[in-house]
T-cell receptor, first 112, second 108 residues
């Protein structure tokens, strides 16, 4: 199973809402990433988890809160977002030798 | 971008032609990877070249790497309409970050 599953596929939320994005992989990968991608732009790295510990935070605002409950799951908790946070949020897991990243299909987030 | 630039930003060709995309990066790397993204979907890994390699082939793909110039190129030969997508180079050195990307359109 080389799939990374992201849910939901689409999410519309108000600026006062709290929501969570979910990412799951069963490839035994120990590194998992969150990226944010705006239209016609490259994926922008947000967070890296390595062995279930947050290893990189690319100065992401605190309204984005990542969580790694176990080696297969990665969550991104969202609170008090702004309309400019509307984007495609991608999750990826990296193979053990960091030779290939497997991406989910993303969550299309719209903040209204 | 978090890593570097790619050129061209957009490339439009006819089926059967070759497509060449270039990528420059800023930092040291362990390896450089090329990914493809169909509109609004996740990225798919195409090919990896390690920092001590100069050229790699996989099917219709040819990748070169010049670490002295911090640049790489991706050549897709005999392009097909199904190759229409965005292509990103990603560099790995503790984390995987991406260049600006090239939007490739292959006309049937």
């Amino acid at each position: 199973d080389t799939e990374v599953t992201q849910t939901p596929k689409h999410l519309v939320m108000g600026m006062t809402n709290k929501k969570s994005l979910k990412c799951e992989q069963h490839m035994g990968h120990r590194a998992m990433y969150w990226y944010k991608q705006k239209a016609k732009k490259p994926p922008e790295l947000m967070f890296v988890y390595s062995y279930e510990k947050l290893s990189i935070n690319e100065s992401v605002p605190s309204r984005f809160s990542p969580e790694c409950p176990n080696s297969s799951l990665l969550n991104l908790h969202l609170h008090a977002l702004q309309p400019e946070d509307s984007a495609l949020y991608l999750c990826a897991s990296l193979s053990q030798k960091n030779t290939e990243a497997f991406f989910g299909q993303g969550t299309r987030l719209t903040v209204v | 971008s978090q890593q570097g630039e790619e050129d061209p930003q957009a490339l439009s060709i006819q089926e059967g032609e070759n497509a060449t995309m270039n990528c420059s990066y800023k930092t040291s790397i362990n390896n450089l990877q090329w990914y493809r993204q169909n509109s609004g979907r996740g990225l798919v890994h195409l090919i990896l070249i390690r920092s001590n390699e100069r050229e790699k082939h996989s099917g219709r793909l040819r990748v070169t790497l010049d670490t002295s110039k911090k640049s790489s190129s991706l050549l897709i030969t005999a392009s097909r309409a199904a190759d229409t997508a965005s292509y990103f180079c990603g560099t790995s050195y503790g984390k995987l970050t991406f260049g600006q990307g090239t939007i490739l359109t292959v006309h049937p």
